[in-house]
């Protein structure tokens, strides 16, 4: 009764061109229409329950998806594109909010993400094994607000975790220029007065 559970499937292409269907019959350009479609197929399982008297909702996701055919910089001194194999992204993500008390709510969350290069080019950020860049293996979120009725107080903190601007596996972090970007911890504080 209080408790749900999906599954998602689905499958989209994107042309060349992308969306504005820009084409250009030039070798150095993404938008030449003798390349494939870049295909994205995705799987997603998840539940949602409510707890305590619907006090509390807990949420569990797990998710997949594989792009084939993207569409990357095969040599850059020419600037000329191509498309490679296929690259995953996969991971879990969990979520609660609720009420601890009459005045007191909660929300968290936590994420864990894998990305991967399955097929690709034989070296660069397209090479086997490469992860995308910019993707946190962690982040965390945290928020909370007491409300009397009279005023509100509330705070939380975000952790995001290592991310990577350069994923070539052949080059080293330390010869990168801004490999990585440390993990950061965030936190804020909202103050809020007013009457209810």
Do not use: C
Request: charged share 20%; hydrophobic share 40%.
């Amino acid at each position: 009764e209080h408790g749900r559970v999906y599954v998602a499937v689905a499958n989209s292409l994107t042309p060349p061109g992308s969306g504005n269907f820009a084409l250009s019959a030039s070798a150095t350009s993404a938008n030449n229409p003798s390349m494939k479609p870049q295909e994205t197929r995705s799987l997603e399982l998840g539940s949602k329950w409510d707890l305590l008297d619907q006090r509390l909702s807990l949420t569990a996701a797990w998710y997949r998806a594989d792009n084939q055919n993207e569409v990357v910089v095969v040599d850059s001194a020419t600037n000329q594109y191509g498309q490679f194999g296929k690259r995953r992204v996969q991971g879990l993500e969990l979520g609660a909010v609720g009420l601890l008390s009459k005045h007191w709510q909660v929300i968290a969350g936590v994420a864990s993400t894998r990305t991967q290069v399955l097929q690709g080019l034989a070296t660069g950020s397209s090479g086997v094994g490469a992860a995308s860049r910019f993707t946190p293996k962690l982040s965390a979120t945290l928020w909370t607000v007491f409300d009397n009725g009279a005023w509100q107080l509330g705070g939380g903190a975000r952790y995001m975790g290592e991310q990577r601007r350069v994923t070539d596996l052949s080059v080293a972090d330390t010869a990168a220029n801004m490999a990585i970007t440390k993990p950061t911890r965030a936190k804020s504080e909202l103050w809020e007065r007013g009457l209810n």
